[in-house]
């Protein structure tokens, strides 16, 4: 699944000195913090240089220290804070630390040349291209069932650096760095989504003859009492399902102002993992019913769509059923199993013209797999091109959680994990997104769960619009 070119030490350094890698470095820039620093890579070297409407001048000279660690096997990284700052006074540029992927040691770390000239002892903008545009997992073969890119292959899970936004954090304090120097930078306020697989509807409703008649044969034997209750009390089998959550999520996001995404596979591409359901009146009137109380349908593309270039057919196929029952126009959704590959995904979703993508992240723990919670367009480092698509990085899907680390959700360690990925969202003035299926609300405790976390995100906010 992934990518299969691996990408050396030289090509990325080869690539550094694109004018096309320096415009999309410029645009994040503008994108992140409001102003549009004019790029520059010489004598190996990365430098920034802002002006603002006065004319006020500031420059950051990056050193390359940690470039060439970026493909070293043992992983190491180093901390710094404001003490490492020759400041005087209140001022506060870096809240927490900062991260220096790569580092082991330094002997000085900010040098003002002049007043408006610092020089930093680090290449925070190599390691943010090599970040954001996942350079880690090219050429990794995986060992998970799934082929999907492991926490363990990733620099991250050194010290659990993936609980961590490392990339907004830089980000928040090259923006105090310009205030502090009289620019206006942007202010960025903390949100929050969700959104809900849809990997299934019914146990029979709707169900494709492959995987119904097998069903039955089954449950004749295992599910007698539902069967039974199938056949002779539709009706009422239908509303007591436990994928029947619908109503009940749409109720929930309208009551905290927020819109849910309901993700639907168009298609089919594997005997095991797909075949769910048939795009018949049940489905269709679930997909009117979301229209009309204004969430939004999304596309959840089959187990093998990407490795077998399936995407743009099934982009199609979504897109005429949205046409044919005047549904809005679908503008992004997620892989099913989470199943990614970071550059020829994308190329296709492009190929498309999906809006954005809200795949990625680490499926074992969730966290901040691209070091962000902020939406971003990648760059393709083959062909030297941003790729025009957002990618909205998912923070946590409900099965890291419950199922891969079996955390418990009585005694409150599932909430104080979560809590924690929120938080972190929250410092950054990021956004919170969140993957629960409409098929895992089965018992009180986890809709109590699903409940608490919306409250909690949307206090948060509330808070932060006050200040």
Request: proline share 2%; with cysteine; aromatic share 16%.
């Amino acid at each position: 699944m992934n990518t299969k070119t691996k990408v050396s030490s030289r090509y990325f350094n080869e690539i550094l000195n694109n004018d096309n890698l320096h415009e999309w470095i410029s645009d994040l820039f503008k994108f992140r913090i409001g102003v549009k620093p004019i790029v520059s890579f010489e004598n190996n070297n990365f430098t920034l240089h802002f002006k603002n409407k006065d004319q006020n001048i500031f420059i950051i000279e990056f050193t390359d220290n940690g470039r060439n660690n970026l493909f070293n096997k043992n992983p190491f990284f180093i901390e710094i804070t404001n003490h490492d700052f020759d400041i005087s006074g209140d001022l506060i540029l870096i809240e927490k630390s900062l991260v220096l992927y790569g580092v082991n040691y330094y002997n000085w770390m900010f040098r003002y040349i002049k007043k408006n000239i610092l020089t930093i002892n680090y290449d925070f903008i190599s390691y943010l291209i090599w970040t954001l545009n996942r350079v880690e997992e090219y050429g990794i073969k995986s060992t998970d069932k799934h082929d999907r890119f492991k926490l363990c292959n990733s620099h991250l899970e050194t010290s659990e650096l993936y609980l961590r936004p490392i990339i907004d954090e830089w980000f928040s304090f090259i923006n105090n760095l310009l205030l502090s120097n009289g620019f206006n930078c942007k202010k960025r306020e903390f949100s929050f989504s969700v959104s809900h697989d849809v990997d299934d509807i019914s146990r029979y409703e709707s169900v494709p003859f492959i995987t119904f008649f097998p069903r039955i044969f089954v449950d004749i034997i295992k599910r007698p009492k539902e069967l039974y209750s199938y056949f002779f009390n539709r009706k009422s089998f239908l509303e007591k399902e436990h994928t029947n959550t619908f109503d009940w999520l749409m109720e929930i996001s309208n009551k905290f102002g927020i819109r849910s995404k309901f993700y639907f596979i168009p298609l089919n591409s594997s005997m095991i993992y797909d075949y769910r359901y048939s795009y018949n009146n049940f489905v269709i009137k679930i997909l009117i019913k979301i229209f009309e109380k204004g969430h939004e349908i999304g596309i959840h593309y089959s187990y093998n769509s990407s490795v077998k270039m399936r995407i743009r057919k099934e982009w199609i196929f979504l897109k005429k059923i949205c046409d044919l029952y005047k549904l809005p126009e679908v503008k992004g959704g997620r892989m099913h199993y989470l199943r990614f590959d970071f550059i020829e995904t994308l190329r296709q979703l492009v190929e498309v013209g999906q809006s954005y993508d809200n795949t990625i992240t680490f499926f074992e723990t969730g966290g901040f797999r691209c070091g962000t919670c902020i939406a971003y367009e990648p760059f393709d480092i083959f062909k030297l091109k941003t790729l025009p698509i957002s990618i909205k990085p998912l923070i946590l899907m409900e099965g890291s959680v419950l199922s891969y680390m079996g955390l418990n959700i009585a005694d409150g360690s599932a909430f104080d994990y979560i809590k924690k990925m929120i938080d972190s969202c929250y410092k950054a003035g990021g956004e919170f997104s969140l993957l629960w299926h409409n098929s895992v609300l089965d018992t009180l405790e986890k809709k109590m769960l699903y409940y608490d976390i919306l409250e909690y995100s949307a206090t948060l906010k509330n808070s932060h619009n006050k200040c």
